[in-house]
């Protein structure tokens, strides 16, 4: 097999990520069968994994290690604050890794959640906004019954 989708090297680099940096084979042919030797080959041909070698309990293990262009992608690639919204009960309810939020559908109170947020993820309030923003709208349009009109008035 000469052609390996990208798309499966980033999630060997995800998978190393999940595992604390490094992944053995044995890890990544759990998840690509027979296509693991590839995935790994064209990972390391990117600069992305690199084999090295570890001592644990006494037995030496061949594990690959993210590379600093590999983390460099990632904290690229990484949304910092990731944020969801729902409408419950007339009220705009945002979860975010900082905790779940009930606000009012208007500019003033996601802009105010904003800067909070943006400050504690170290993000761009505008930016942060905007993402609150399309997910507010996301969530009033998805909204069923009664539940589109309270939260608008």
Known sequence: MDFVELGKV???VKIAV?????????????????DAVYVLEK????CLLKWTR????????????????AIEMIDMTMDRCPVEA????????????LG??????????????AEKLAEACGEDRREMYDKLKKAAE??????RGLEKWLVQA
Not at 86 to 97: A, H, M, S, W, Y
Not at 100 to 113: D, F
Not at 138 to 143: I, N, Q, S
């Open 54 to 69: 570890v001592e644990r309990g006494g037995r030496t293990r061949v594990v690959y290690r993210l590379t600093k262009r």
């Open 10 to 12: 980033w999630r060997a």
């Open 100 to 113: 779940s939020y009930a606000v009012g559908y208007s500019p003033s109170a996601l802009l105010s959640l």
């Open 18 to 34: 999940g595992l604390g940096g490094e992944v053995s084979y044995w890890d990544l042919h759990r998840a690509f069968g027979g």
């Open 43 to 46: 990972a390391q041909e990117l």
């Open 138 to 143: 996301r969530a009033v349009r998805c909204a």
């Open 86 to 97: 729902e409408v419950r009960r007339g009220r705009l309810l945002i979860r975010t890794p």
